[in-house]
């Protein structure tokens, strides 16, 4: 049989008694709701009874075959579901209600193939436009694939009725648990207890001048993330190597002069410190990714993968504009504004916090940046759910200090300015850097 003539995956025997069952236990609608939409039935009539059911209990009334008929007649729909003859004869198919589930797995099943094969047609066909340039085909494949990987993905929309009560659920288990923050801790308390932790499906930029210590601050908040907290995370160093990071990991962590690190010139105590904080850092979920002028569409297409077969939970790029456009016949800050509507949208189709350090302009030298500081193009300040710039005093000859001056143990005092912040307010973090260290801590006010 040619593959054109076979006929899309279906089980209409299990579409029915999945139907049948829900008749016999109208609760348990309330549980394959959660999963199972419509469009997953390949029947028609078995999609129009379901649309019927999902009525009436959206609406409080109980179905059974007479108020799924008459709410299909009210529709206009009873004959394109079958008849009344058609939605008694359900449940005979089914002896009880207790395989409900694994019934309408076995749909759900049988949609997602159908989907799969949608999928697979639609790259077949792009593959062959040769005005549809590869690397734009494999980024929709990609992006369409993963799509289906997520179980919630059969259906294109939610009524309000649905997300009300997963939300109220959210906010008792909040009420519940006394934690405040609902989102990623960044281990800085005072930005978090403004922020509730990074969220999910926003884009968090971390903005300041170079030597200001954003990578710094990137990696001060993985270290509390990723290696104290072991929430998986992963990083993109379009700047720095994998090794150059890890030494400065290895830093911060064992509270090491990371000139030490460089040149290897370490007491015994230093060593075993060393050998301390690297096995503290094997052991977390931390993923590196360290190319150079990285092309977006790699970008978002490894972030996808890492998502599924890491389960990364935050994602940093350190730095926004070291991101290589497709479109490299376009203006500068044409680039950088797709840059920035593609990383805010990677943050929504992932449903994690995307982190992404920016350099302010050089005007900013010397005074507080603003949003107007924002380099290359004012779409980075459209597109960011959060905005924070590191400001401190530039210090003679501690940028690159060796770690053998006393001032450095004290820290330089640097403000984390949240000039931007979508869902929350805005204000002053004040921190402490230790240059030695190359890491932020928190300012402590007691002394």
Same mark, same amino acid.
């Given at each position: ?20 069952? $829900? ?52 529709? =206009? ?12 004869? +359900?449940?005979? *198919? ?9 019934? &309408? ?32 085909? $494999? ?26 009560? %997963? ?15 609902? !989102?990623?801790?960044? !281990? ?11 969220? #999910?499906?926003? +884009? ?11 990578? &710094? ?10 290696? /104290? ?7 993109? %160093? ?27 010139? $370490? ?23 360290? *190319? ?8 978002? &297409?490894?972030?996808?993968?890492? /998502? ?12 926004? *504009?070291?991101? *290589? ?14 840059? %920035?509507?593609? $990383? ?51 210090? /003679? ?5 060796? =770690?053998?001056?006393?001032? #450095?143990? +004290? ?16 204000? #002053? ?15 402590? /006010?007691?002394?």
């Amino acid at each position: 049989m040619a593959l054109k003539d076979k006929v899309p995956p279906s089980d209409l025997e299990a579409e029915q008694a999945t139907l049948g069952a $829900l008749l016999l236990d109208w609760e348990a609608v309330g549980t394959v709701i959660h999963y199972l939409r419509p469009d997953n039935f390949y029947s028609i009539q078995n999609k129009k009874i379901f649309e019927a059911m999902l009525k009436l209990y959206n609406n409080g009334e109980r179905g059974d075959v007479v108020t799924i008929t008459e709410q299909l007649r009210s529709d =206009g729909e009873l004959d394109n579901a079958g008849g009344p003859g058609y939605i008694s004869a +359900l449940t005979d *198919t089914v002896a009880s209600s207790a395989n409900v589930e694994s019934y &309408a797995q076995i749909v759900l099943e049988k949609s997602i193939r159908r989907d799969l094969i949608k999928v697979s047609n639609k790259i077949i066909a792009q593959s062959h436009d040769e005005t549809v340039a590869s690397r734009a085909v $494999l980024e929709d494949a990609q992006k369409m694939i993963f799509e289906l990987t997520d179980t919630n993905q059969t259906s294109s929309y939610k009524e309000a009725k649905e997300i009300v009560f %997963s939300t109220i659920e959210m906010i008792e288990r909040l009420y519940n648990n006394k934690n405040a923050f609902t !989102g990623i801790p960044s !281990g800085f308390i005072d930005l978090d207890t403004m922020t509730s932790g990074f969220q #999910d499906s926003e +884009l968090i930029i971390i903005g300041a001048r170079p030597s200001m210590g954003k990578t &710094a601050m990137a990696l001060s908040m993985i270290q509390n993330i990723a290696i /104290k907290e072991k929430i998986p995370a992963a990083l993109f %160093s379009l700047e720095m190597s994998d090794k150059q990071i890890m030494q400065r990991l290895l830093a911060a962590q064992g509270r090491i002069p990371s000139q030490k690190i460089r040149t290897g010139l $370490l007491t015994m105590q230093e060593l075993q410190r060393m050998q301390d904080a690297a096995g503290v850092i094997y052991e977390s979920p931390l993923y590196i990714v360290d *190319t150079p002028n990285m092309k977006l569409l790699d970008l978002r &297409a490894l972030a996808r993968r890492m /998502k599924i077969q890491c389960g990364i939970k935050i994602l940093f790029i350190d730095y926004l *504009t070291l991101i *290589t456009s497709e479109n490299t016949l376009v203006p500068r800050h044409e680039q950088i504004a797709e840059i %920035s509507r593609s $990383l805010k949208s990677l943050a929504r189709e992932l449903n994690i916090p995307v982190v992404a350090l920016s350099q302010v302009r050089r005007d900013a030298e010397g005074q507080e940046p603003t949003l107007a500081d924002l380099r290359e193009s004012g779409s980075i300040e459209q597109d960011a759910d959060v905005v924070m710039f590191i400001h401190r005093e530039r210090q /003679k000859k501690q940028d690159n200090d060796d =770690g053998s001056n006393p001032k #450095d143990i +004290l820290g330089i005092p640097t403000k984390l300015i949240v000039a931007k912040q979508r869902n929350g307010p805005i204000g #002053d973090v004040e921190l402490v850097f230790l240059p030695q260290f190359t890491r932020f801590e928190t300012e402590d /006010k007691n002394h």
